[in-house]
């Protein structure tokens, strides 16, 4: 699809109700660049203050940081068309983790000046910003409070709703299709792969989820509780 349609499609899935005003739409394509990595590069690293902040045009970006005993934990896979890099390029400081290609990937690129021009001449795109970061922020403490004080099940219905709200896309039927892995659900819900499967299992037989190839479907009259 064409450059700006693509764009456009990214800055809509990530900032949804916006209008966009046409002095702005007519420059940022050329504020935006791409920027392609084969498998296994890194786009910045651990340590490093990054200069922009990402959207995944195509593949995988995988986040992940080193701890002081040299172990590598994956915090999550990044589709498209999810932003990442946020915190870091916002407060100006460096990255705590890495973010490394999975397979063949491309993102684009949205640098300082394509930031500021949003930020001054979009009308709302600093509250769905900032909405953007409680979302996350909040997904997060969600996720801790579970890992210390709730059960598999409680854990795992959290982690289902989290990547749902993040990653869901309408697939028709009243169902939302979610692209995450097995294993990327279990190490979010901080369950083993085996709990994982037999939790998914068993949403499966109740008609909640569906699964399939690197995806699942998520049912959306399907509230799990403390979602």
Known sequence: MPDDEALRQVLDANFPGLEWPVAVAARLPALLPRRRLADGRSLFVQG???TAFYAVMAGEIETRFTGVDGTVSVIEHVGPPRLFGLAAFAAGQPAEYEAVARGASEVLVIGREAYVLLMDEVPG????LLAEFARRYDG?????????????????ALALAQLARERGRAAGDGWVQVQATQTELARLAHLSRQTANELLAAAEEAGQVRRGRGRWFWRLAWKPDNA
């Open 140 to 156: 997060t403490l969600r996720l801790l409070q579970a890992a210390r004080h709730q059960g598999a099940a409680e854990r795992f």
């Open 48 to 50: 490093h203050k990054p």
């Open 125 to 128: 795109f600093a509250r769905a």
